[in-house]
């Protein structure tokens, strides 16, 4: 490939770079965030698991099976999507690809949401589509986090 041929490709690729891009990729390290307070909460000596510099994929997973009352609540499948759109941003030069991404992630928002809150005054379809995604995930997040919290007081309380 020539010079010309991957500067041509990288200007192509910039072109993607748009609110949709910046909303997953942000909501997606705040998403992130969440789970690994909820980890610091639930666990006595948390440091060793986030030492283990688990995945995304591998915290939902983890933080799905210290779910005390939510494990099978399909909001996980929906953070799953939201990681399959990120990865599909930041791990792929395939526009198609994208475009899968944000179906899917459209599917399982819609069988959670009416489809008209995924509506945002001067935004494309498909950013406001991913901003009430990741914002409902954080709703859900912060609710599993608290509940993570509460979960060791008690611990704690008996403990001590």
């Avoid at 490939?1 to 390290?29: P, R, T, W």
């Avoid at 698991?49 to 939902?60: G, M, P």
């Avoid at 409902?136 to 993570?148: C, E, I, P, Q, R």
Wanted: negative net charge; glycine residues 4%; hydrophobic residues 40%.
């Amino acid at each position: 490939m020539e010079l010309d041929d991957i500067q041509k490709k990288f200007a192509e690729e910039v072109k993607y770079v748009d609110d949709l891009s910046q909303i997953v990729l942000k909501g997606h390290l705040v998403l992130e965030s969440i789970m690994d307070n909820a980890i610091e909460l639930y666990f006595i000596n948390p440091e060793h698991l986030l030492n283990a510099r688990f995945k995304f994929s591998q915290k939902i997973e983890l933080c799905r099976g210290m779910s005390l009352r939510e494990s099978q609540n399909n909001m996980w499948n929906l953070i799953k999507k939201i990681n399959v759109l990120r990865n599909s941003l930041s791990h792929s030069l395939d526009g198609n690809r994208r475009e899968r991404a944000v179906q899917s992630l459209m599917g399982i928002y819609d069988q959670e949401f009416p489809s008209d809150s995924r509506k945002v005054k001067d935004m494309s379809e498909d950013s406001a589509l991913c901003l009430a995604a990741i914002t409902g995930s954080l709703g859900f997040l912060h609710s599993f986090a608290s509940d993570m919290k509460k979960f060791k007081s008690l611990i704690i309380d008996n403990i001590v």
